[in-house]
């Protein structure tokens, strides 16, 4: 089985800066939650001297207690069953590193672990437990706190936090097939490509342009999937971002980039072998998270790009 390390990024919502959002992580440090069928550990730390990353660690505890073996005797195959111990349990790890000046994340992964939508998903509820925390806050401190003044600090805070996925171009059109809908597709074009005239004495300064295509409600993915490849690979575009749904009516956003698919690649065993007699509260200082911050230094142009927020 191998551990990947995948790209991500997270775009702040209303009233919650990402500066706000990462005290909030680190203060979440050391919490226990139930998310989907399992309970989970979130720890959280400053990476010292790197100026605005955070390293986290996601710990699934298991709900089974016991697990099969396949055993080779005397040419023969039987399944043993064996059961781990009184205080101990099965877990999945998930470590990761965030630039929380620009919200890129590079995400360690392997197959049944915490998938990187489900990372995602985490983030957004956190996101979502302190915009709570703040709208209170403001309420409160009003002396007469009228419906109009409750409607205007609830419009603060309206919009949530969005999250990415990279993925190469030529890759692209295999995850919108796992869309149900399509909602809009954003795209930046490197050179300036509008034809007014007004924009010609600009054309000199001008870094890049950026394009929204809107769609008809309810578009299915499959329908457009081809011709959304095609455009990419026609115009060279490597960075936009997609907007859809999933068949379970969750909104996801596929962040084009000319990344790798993933960032490194490792074989299970010899990763777990590094994480033996792990202690979680000093998680930061562990072979995994060292390795992340390496292939983030090896890929400056994207973790370290400067994204308006």
């Not at 040419?75 to 781990?84: A, R, S």
């Not at 299915?220 to 490849?229: C, D, E, G, P």
Request: with cysteine.
């Amino acid at each position: 089985m191998k551990i990947r390390f995948l790209g991500m990024g997270i775009e702040q919502g209303q009233g919650v800066s990402l500066s706000e959002f990462k005290d909030h992580l680190l203060d979440a440090s050391g919490t226990k939650s139930k998310l989907g069928a399992f309970d989970r550990y979130f720890y959280c730390k400053e990476l010292e001297g790197t100026g605005d990353y955070i390293a986290g660690l996601i710990v699934t505890i298991k709900d089974h207690k016991r697990f099969c073996e396949l055993q080779s005797e005397d040419g023969k195959l039987k399944v043993v069953v064996n059961t781990v111990g009184l205080d101990s349990s099965l877990m999945d790890f998930n470590f990761f590193i965030a630039n929380m000046a620009n919200g890129l994340i590079l995400y360690q992964y392997y197959h049944n672990s915490f998938s990187a939508l489900q990372f995602g998903q985490f983030l957004q509820k956190q996101y979502k437990n302190k915009q709570i925390l703040k709208r209170t806050e403001q309420k409160n401190a009003e002396t007469k706190l009228t419906q109009k003044i409750k409607t205007q600090i609830n419009k603060r805070f309206k919009e949530g936090l969005s999250f990415q996925l990279m993925v190469r171009p030529e890759n692209l059109e295999a995850l919108v097939k796992e869309l149900d809908t399509i909602k809009d597709f954003e795209i930046d074009f490197f050179e300036l490509k509008a034809p007014e005239t007004e924009f010609t004495p600009l054309s000199n300064f001008i870094k890049k342009e950026r394009r929204t295509f809107s769609f008809v409600a309810n578009t299915k993915a499959a329908i457009v999937s081809n011709q959304l490849t095609n455009i990419i690979k026609k115009f060279h575009i490597t960075e936009g971002k997609l907007t859809g749904k999933d068949i379970n009516g969750i909104e996801r956003i596929i962040h084009i980039a000319d990344n790798p698919d993933n960032f490194g690649e490792y074989d299970y065993d010899e990763i777990t072998i590094r994480l033996n007699s792990l202690d979680v509260e000093n998680f930061q200082k562990n072979w995994v998270i060292k390795e992340l911050r390496k292939k983030a230094s090896e890929f400056t142009h994207v973790f370290d790009a400067e994204i308006e927020q």
